[in-house]
């Protein structure tokens, strides 16, 4: 086989490579179509317990950390500010509408050390476990940047009642 048959090959595998990722992503975003939560902020006057700056790293369907869920404004990786107060958890993304998580939505908080695309040292990721609009649990990973995962998990614990708060996983 000649050089040039041989560069034709690899550029159509590339090609039908590239093709057959953007169509898996094509189609997980049409799945994922419906917003996780609506758009909101802490109420005027919230008893702020901390703040974090984080990297928002994924949310995956529960318990499953390397199925990424493409929802709006939940797809990509970012920079973030996790606010805990006692009405809830508020989360900031860059170029994202804010949201709030009530405690009550809230289903368990600890730590990981895998998401989809992120593997840190051990427990280096938040966890926090929470009910979407849609009735369904998922999983949303943070990665902390000036303090601990633990500190952050801490944090989000203190909000929750006994039985909401999980272990380390």
Sequence with gaps: MSRGGALAIIVLVAVLLVSAGAW??????????????????LPVGARVRATFDVLYVATTRHDAPLERIAAPGMAFRSRATVTVA??????AMTGQEPFVLRPDRIVDV???TVAIDRVVE?????????????????????????????????AVAGILTPNQTGTDA
């Design 86 to 91: 006692d009405e809830g958890v508020a989360v």
């Design 24 to 41: 898996a992503w094509w189609r997980r975003t049409r799945r994922d179509a419906q917003p996780l939560v609506l758009a909101g902020n």
């Design 122 to 154: 051990a427990g280096g990721l938040t966890r926090l476990s929470w009910r979407t609009e849609l009735g369904s649990t998922v999983d949303s990973y943070f990665r902390p940047q000036d303090a601990s995962a633990r500190a952050l998990a801490d």
């Design 110 to 112: 600890g730590q990981s």
